[in-house]
């Protein structure tokens, strides 16, 4: 017969599962000995076998009466005793904690004679019939499924009938009245009377336990916080205490530490006269722990003793809920509280002070998402704002500015000074340097992997993206909220890329002194303050610990630059096709159009000598460290004028009988390189297969540039990154060229260059083939957005802002694949790639480049897989550092 319900005396805190996270604690407090009022809890198997089959399990009901005869010869009551009545609660309480999400039902037991026993026991009848009007009120709404409208509704007439707001300025009567109110409201609305019988009160508030388990509400819950919905809940039958039995008695709550900033000394709040509920609620205005001191100091004292003690036994902060009956304190919950970002980093560091935990346990006990949300500027959110709307979090921070619709206004704007912000539909690389300047980037399309995502983590710039209920008209430059506000050009906006939300106005914003430590700023106001110090000490102990590198996506000096005071070990990704926008994009454009070599040639002379200073930049920012830098990957069209605009031009020339020689040229190109699918057609290695100039050129500038570094004393390790590779063969036919140029440039300069030449993997077909591939590679960087892009078809700059909330609400995956990589699917090709391309070429060296080298799970993953390193924007930096030292402890 399996077992389903457990004394509190027979459990342990790491019994979660079986007992939920309430009743394995409730167990622990039990065994150390602190006054817990007894009870037993129900198991989450109970929960899974009722669900599964419709009803109770066999011998459940056995079980439960054993065990409460057993409470009531220990509380030598018995349950809904006419005369003296032991009362329950029964609450839910799942592995993981659901707050608000299921139910409970005080005061099991009361009925219309326990009642009076209730009255005489305590000397109190309004306390009795008030009980009793709760249990009629929680039962009737839990377990009978009334509106709980129902219920105030009621009590609010009562309360008018009196001519007060006050529930205690209802007398004894006014509540028998209201108990009879209620007891028919039931039978209206349920068709059934109240049970009058405690065990039926109990078994029925034990079935509504379980079945609140499948309720919307807990469902949606569990979806956002990603808990599985198979694990049921455990429920637990307690003896009441009350809190509510006068000027003696009250609840609280406490944390064993300060849950928002991490401060040592404990802090809670009390409220005399009061049930656990009025406490959250804050009916009342509570006093703090050392108030309570005044007011009754023998419990308070047993309290901080108590409190002690847990902090000793689970070496963690614990929060409780606490009551006093009748100057009798009982504790009746607690666990590893929540905290802050900055309260998680001060409070493991304390711990390792005060010999609690060692550092490795301090490193497990914080997340890079905790670090991240440290490093971002933030807004004062006690200060008043107005919503517009929400769309996605793309990257994290806080901005102010100005609305700005065009790139150019943004420039113009932010040279005279100004804060703005870059409103679009949606990004291109044409509006690269409006993101440069703009403070933050507001789009209303496009997921989290759009242009304007990515670039904007790539810069720490924040981000809003997809914000679908705004209609961006950057012609008219103004966006309308679906169904309002008109925002101008000018007009100042806030957004906040950690929520994804959007403010009218300007919402006050607080710097980040943890990125000021990060960028060594030595101002004693940084280097004293005390949570960059518990940041700083857990970060290097992760450098400590960690085996995977961690390098940076970098495409300019000055990136380049800050990720290395962020801790970067080198350039994972260099892109370089924002280097042939601006100016440059002219010669591009002539290189296209050229009809012959000598002027394909002429354009590729032109840019050499730019591409090679722009390397020499980031290899001096680098210096000593490697240095990945990719061949121009993007679809050549996308330098090239838009097809529509130019056709349309054309024929306003045609009209007008314009000649138009050049542009006419320019017109055929465009046509010619028009493809549907631009992410599928001609780019990447196939762009250096079919206009071979291009790489050669850009490897030649990136080979001189190092050579220019060795001879002005430089250490430069470049590594030549071939995109989109399928075959081996097309590898190898670069790669020739590129040894080629190498050749020809260490000869010229005459110096011997430590260079290498490898691919990116981001095609199911390169990673089947990743051991031919590894034959003609030094080097593997996995592309992980276009091999998630590739691999499920999806295509990553449409896909998360049109159906992949619906993707996420039917469970297809718990978060995004562009996000948080797809260990099974895509995890599985980066799996087989990098053992058949290990073992085809023990030299082969391994890394990650694409968005989810900053993210922590998937990191976790890159380490486990054994590649050499994850390589991720500047910011993330300190948070893949902090992640890889976390991978190492297992
Ligand atoms: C990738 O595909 O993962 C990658 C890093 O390249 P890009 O995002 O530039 O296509
Ligand atoms: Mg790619």
Redesign the pocket.
Known sequence: MTAYVFDFSQGSKDQKDLLGGKGANLAEMTNLGLPVPPGFTITTEACRAYLQEGGDPAGLAEQVSERLVALEETMERKLGDAGDPLLVSVRSGAKFSMPGMMETVLNVGLNDESVEGLARQSDDSRFAQDSYRRLLQMFGATVLGIESAVFSEALDAAKKAKGTDEDLDLDTDDLRDLVATYKQLIEEHAGRAFPQDPREQLDLAVNAVFDSWNTDRAALYRRQEQIPDDLGTAVNVQAMVFGNRGMDSGSGVAFTRDPATGNQGVYGDYLQNAQGEDVVAGIRNTVSLADMAEVDRTSHDELLEIMEKLEKHYHDMCDIEFTVEDGKLWMLQTRVGKRTPEAAFRIAGHMVDEGLIDLDEALRRVTGAQLAQLMFPRFDYSSERNLLAKGMNASPGAAVGKAVFDWATAVEWAERGEDVILVRKETSPDDLHGMVVAKGILTSRGGKTSHAA?VARGMGRTCVCGAEALDVDTKNAEFTVRGGTTIREGDVISIDGTTGEVFEGAVPVTDSAVVRWFEGDKDPEITDNPLVQAVARLVEHADQTRRLQVRTNADTGEDAARARRFGAQGIG?C?TEHMFLGERRELVEHLIIADDEAGQEKALDALLPQQRSDFLEILESMDGLPVTIRLI?PPLHEFLPDLTDLSVAMAVADVHGHRKKRQRKLLAAVQRLHEANPMLGLRGVRLGIVIPGLFTMQARAVLEAAAERIKAGGDPHPEIMI?LVGSVRELDLVKQRIMDVAADVQEEAGVAIDFSVGT?I?LPRAALTADQIAGSADFFSF?????TQMTWGFSRDDVEASFFSTYLEQGVFPVSPFESLDTEGVGTLVRTAAAKGREANPELHLGV???HGGDPASIHFFDEVGLDYVSCSPFRVPVARLEAGRSALG
């Open positions: 990515v990704l892109r990957d995109p990116m981001e592309g992980t957005n276009d091999l480049c694409g968005e």
